[in-house]
């Protein structure tokens, strides 16, 4: 990679970056002295679990100034892929509250739950799409409700499909679950998935970053999404050991980064 421009950089959040409320080693300086070089950084995550300028915000209290527009997340690329294509879509949403917020910024429908009574569900001739995402308030039924609709032949969406999130202590339940359990009982298939390692997210960045894929280095701790998502983009990658992958990871895998590295201490001597 020595001999390839890098332009533009596109780190992973969790894991990457930072671990719950702190900073991993190196990340700090690294970031900091990339952006003293001229680099162009952007910041994506699979999380839609809070608006980006709460990212932001979250990175600059982590000593990482950044602003709202140099993060992309999963429930961004969604809406803004929703509202281009399908505007007039009533959506159900297995999701938190920020997800909601960020769909109907882009003037999209969420569908409304019906009182508090688990047993109820929603008429799912009110529904067009269900859109599923990392949700920890997810219930019988939320999840009933998003099958019934299903069977119906709603459309099927997600924002990322990740198995677990990591956290200080360990990892916890993601997208992922939920995806396979409604795939499972309803017999249907996601149709569309939002972030990593998608082609859609993909697209988003490099047209966010305005530079050509080769110029770009996709940073993050998982093969089967950061590193997928940037091999198949074109982009240069690196993966970090802070997070969900470990060095035999990437041995048993088919899916080899250009980079392995122990975290972002060592990025500034692989980008010039």
């Known amino acids: 990679m020595q001999e390839k421009i890098i332009d533009g950089i596109i780190f992973d959040l969790d894991g990457t970056v930072y671990l719950g409320e702190k900073a991993l080693p190196g990340a700090v300086e690294s970031i900091a002295e990339l952006r003293r070089r001229g680099k162009r950084v952007l910041f994506v995550s699979n999380k839609p679990l809070e608006p980006r300028r709460a990212y932001a915000a979250k990175l600059t209290r982590l000593d990482i100034p950044t602003v709202g527009d140099d993060v992309i997340t999963s429930g961004y690329v ?72 299903l069977r119906q032949d709603a459309r099927f969406f997600a924002t990322n499909a990740d198995k677990t999130c990591p956290m200080p202590g360990g990892a916890i339940p993601d997208a992922g679950a939920t995806i396979a359990a409604l795939e499972h009982i309803s017999g249907r298939e996601m149709e569309l998935l939002a972030g990593k390692p998608s082609a859609l997210m993909a697209a988003m960045i490099l047209e966010h970053l305005d530079l050509p894929p080769e110029r770009c280095l996709m940073v993050g701790d998982r093969l089967e999404t950061d590193i997928r998502m940037g091999r198949e983009a074109g982009m240069q990658t690196a993966v970090v050991l802070t997070g969900v992958t470990k060095r035999e990871d990437v041995e048993a895998l088919n899916l080899s980064p250009d980079f392995v590295v122990e975290g972002l201490a060592a990025l500034v001597n692989l980008v010039e």
Do not use: C, S
């Open 78 to 149: 969604l809406g803004r892929h929703l509202a281009n294509t399908a505007p007039d879509l009533r959506l159900y949403v297995i999701g938190e509250a920020a997800l909601i917020e960020e769909l109907r910024g882009h003037g999209l429908m969420v569908v409304e739950e019906i009182g508090q009574d688990p047993t109820l569900v929603i008429d799912p001739a009110g529904i067009d799409a269900v859109v599923v995402a990392f949700d920890r308030t997810l219930d019988y039924r939320k999840l009933n409700t998003a099958y019934q609709t």
